[in-house]
Nanobody, 120 residues
Framework: QGHVEESGGGLVQAGGSLRLSCTVS????????IGWYRQASGKEREEVSCITWNGRVTGSVADRFITSRDNAKNTVYVQMNNLKPEDTAVYYC????????????????WGQGTQVTVSS
């Protein structure tokens, strides 16, 4: 069904930046919206952002997070700026079953996640 791999997580001090990457293989990448989600310890998973097949960002948990995609590289990015301790979570990439929106009810593939830890 496809393979999703996230990268770019790590430990950063509050106020710092990270760029997460999500690379997809085994699927026709530009047919699908791609979503970033995160799950902090003890909390439910929440959507960070969703980017449609043609690059329209339909939602973002914070203006500090900038989502983009490069269809030529089968990769979606989220640039996270001015990170806060409350951004600490495992960040997951998801290939939606739709082109124009992200939904956990129709999923092509999930990645394994990448840990982001923001120290105060």
């Amino acid at each position: 069904q496809g393979h999703v791999e996230e990268s770019g997580g790590g430990l950063v001090q509050a106020g710092g930046s990270l760029r997460l990457s999500c690379t997809v293989s085994g699927l026709r990448f530009d047919d699908y919206a791609i979503g970033w989600y995160r799950q902090a310890s003890g909390k439910e998973r929440e959507e960070v952002s969703c980017i449609t097949w043609n690059g329209r960002v339909t939602g973002s948990v914070a203006d500090r997070f900038i989502t983009s995609r490069d269809n030529a590289k089968n990769t979606v990015y989220v640039q996270m700026n001015n990170l806060k301790p409350e951004d600490t979570a495992v960040y997951y990439c998801m290939v939606s079953g739709a082109a124009e929106f992200c939904t956990e009810h129709s999923v092509k593939a999930w990645g394994q996640g990448t840990q982001v830890t923001v120290s105060s």
